[in-house]
């Protein structure tokens, strides 16, 4: 594509067009990559403007899970010596989220191992919002895997608006990653978060060894699903899981990646999440000028983050986002 035929399917994007598979890898080919991220970085500019949304997690039960995910340190059937511990104290909750609205950070979530929280636990954790939604002003998310309506009837109940589950890749890739659920146990979950009310958050990993093609799918995927926001990752190989020799991708690749996301759902606010430290902080600037508009800030779930939430603010700051907002 050219600059000009660029330029038509933006407009027709601006107009409620959704581009095709076979358009999105043309995209992803063209020869000069900043035409594909002025594309993006317009695109977002027209549908989320420059508000930048953060938010915060804290790993509130780790270890022990017995799903097979073979980029997940949590999992039980490899040998990464995690610390195992049940549903925190919501004391230690409301201190985290205390600390992360002091700093300006908007949401907050309680990110859990497992493939399901039992119904005590899903109580357990009601209580930790119900404290949470009392004592700190923030929205309150959740990531507690897979769950059923009536469980996250009860979490909406106690004051969770945004429930987050990531499809990680594309449907036919998904099965060589992870063969103890499936992606559509993953989109039961949503659709069930949004019947009860809630928004809903799912992204995923890239670098998992999928090709271009792949990581195109999973874009489309996620426009079917239509979620609030779509959190990428990119793969930090951990010493004893399946996924530890994978080759890194390229900063070349890891924007294209995140550009094509943005393309193929432009209403959809994309924020980094975990493995950002991949990409040079020149890097992560350009991110924010090719599709990203949010960030998870912090330390990120089981390893640390690649930056501290004052660096964020004030890389957003300073590439034209406000970071203002209302609770």
């Given at each position: 594509m050219n600059r000009k035929e660029i330029t038509i399917i933006e407009n027709k994007i601006k107009k409620g067009y959704n581009i095709s598979s076979s358009e999105a890898l043309e995209l992803a080919n063209i020869e000069d990559r900043e035409l594909l991220y002025n594309l993006a970085n317009n695109l977002r500019i027209h549908f989320n403007g420059n508000t930048f949304e953060s938010c915060s997690i804290i790993n509130a039960k780790s270890g022990r899970c017995p799903e097979d995910c073979k980029w997940c340190s949590q999992s039980a059937f490899y040998k990464t010596?995690?610390?195992?511990?049940?549903?925190?104290?919501?004391?230690?909750?409301?201190?985290?989220?205390?600390?992360?609205?002091?700093?300006?950070?908007?949401?907050?979530s309680l990110v859990a191992s497992g493939k399901r929280l039992s119904d005590t636990d899903t109580l357990k954790a009601a209580e930790i919002y119900e404290?949470?939604?009392?004592?700190?002003?923030?929205?309150?998310?959740?990531?507690?895997?897979?769950?059923?309506?009536?469980?996250?009837q009860t979490l909406f109940n106690s004051g969770v608006t945004r429930y987050h589950c990531n499809i990680e890749s594309a449907p036919s890739h998904f099965s060589e990653l992870c063969t103890t659920h499936t992606i559509n146990d993953k989109i039961a979950t949503l659709k069930a978060a949004k019947e009860v009310g809630m928004q809903t958050c799912s992204g995923g990993i890239i670098g998992m060894g999928e090709s271009l093609e792949q990581r195109i799918e999973f874009a489309m995927v996620l426009r079917d699903i239509a979620p609030d926001s779509i959190p990428i990752n990119i793969l930090s190989p951990i010493p004893n899981t399946p996924l530890e020799d994978t080759p890194p991708?390229?900063?070349?690749?890891?924007?294209?990646?995140?550009?094509?996301?943005?393309?193929?759902?432009?209403?959809?606010?994309?924020?980094?999440?975990?493995?950002?430290?991949?990409?040079?902080?020149?890097?992560?600037?350009?991110?924010?000028?090719?599709?990203?508009?949010?960030?998870?800030?912090?330390?990120?779930?089981?390893?640390?983050?690649?930056?501290?939430?004052?660096?964020?603010m004030n890389m957003a700051k300073n590439n034209g986002f406000n970071i203002e907002f209302s609770k």
């Open positions: 010596k995690i610390d195992s511990y049940p549903l925190i104290p919501a004391k230690s909750a409301v201190e985290m989220a205390t600390h992360n609205t002091n700093k300006g950070v908007e949401r907050f404290k949470l939604r009392k004592d700190v002003d923030i929205k309150l998310c959740a990531s507690l895997g897979l769950m059923t309506k009536s469980q996250l991708l390229t900063e070349k690749e890891i924007l294209t990646a995140i550009a094509i996301i943005k393309v193929v759902n432009p209403t959809i606010s994309l924020r980094f999440a975990g493995g950002r430290g991949a990409l040079s902080f020149t890097g992560q600037q350009k991110a924010l000028n090719c599709g990203i508009s949010g960030a998870i800030v912090g330390d990120l779930l089981t390893t640390a983050g690649a930056t501290n939430i004052e660096t964020d």
